[in-house]
């Protein structure tokens, strides 16, 4: 069972002991640190980010040499080249995100953002 599906299993499990079923949702990154998720707004001290969206996070190294002419010389040298290479990327403004929605206490909610849906 990945993670995900242990969430989806966790969410089934909560919602029949009765947890309100928003207490986990979409929400829309209204920049790379603040978040609004059903009409709330959730300033950066209030979100709580998973590490692999705060930072690029390179998945796979690829590139490419773009310079077929063979060197006229010998030690160091520099040839053009395209990264081709897969990222993670961070977190930006209008990226949606899932997560769940914490009560801390009465007057402090906080938003656990788990991932990024889409692109």
Same mark, same amino acid.
Request: charged residues 30%; proline residues 3%; negative net charge.
């Given at each position: 069972?990945?993670?995900?599906?242990?969430?989806?299993?966790?969410?089934?499990?909560?919602?029949?002991?009765?947890?309100?079923?928003?207490?986990?949702?979409?929400?829309?990154?209204?920049?790379? /640190?603040?978040?609004?998720?059903?009409?709330?707004? =959730?300033?950066? *001290? $209030?979100?709580?980010? %998973?590490? @692999?969206? /705060?930072?690029?996070?390179?998945?796979?190294?690829? =590139?490419?040499? *773009? $310079?077929?002419?063979? %060197?006229? @010389?010998?030690?160091?040298?520099?040839?053009?080249?395209?990264?081709?290479?897969?990222?993670?990327?961070?977190?930006?403004?209008?990226?949606?995100?899932?997560?769940?929605?914490?009560?801390?206490?009465?007057?402090?909610?906080?938003?656990?953002?788990?991932?990024?849906?889409?692109?």
């Amino acid at each position: 069972m990945n993670p995900y599906e242990k969430l989806i299993k966790t969410m089934r499990e909560e919602a029949k002991n009765g947890v309100d079923s928003t207490s986990f949702g979409l929400a829309t990154m209204t920049s790379a /640190t603040t978040l609004s998720y059903n009409g709330m707004e =959730f300033e950066e *001290d $209030d979100i709580l980010i %998973s590490d @692999h969206l /705060t930072q690029d996070i390179v998945t796979k190294v690829d =590139f490419t040499i *773009d $310079d077929n002419t063979p %060197s006229e @010389h010998e030690g160091y040298h520099v040839h053009p080249w395209t990264d081709k290479s897969k990222k993670i990327k961070k977190l930006k403004r209008d990226d949606l995100v899932f997560g769940i929605l914490i009560d801390a206490d009465d007057d402090d909610q906080k938003f656990l953002v788990l991932c990024r849906i889409g692109g």
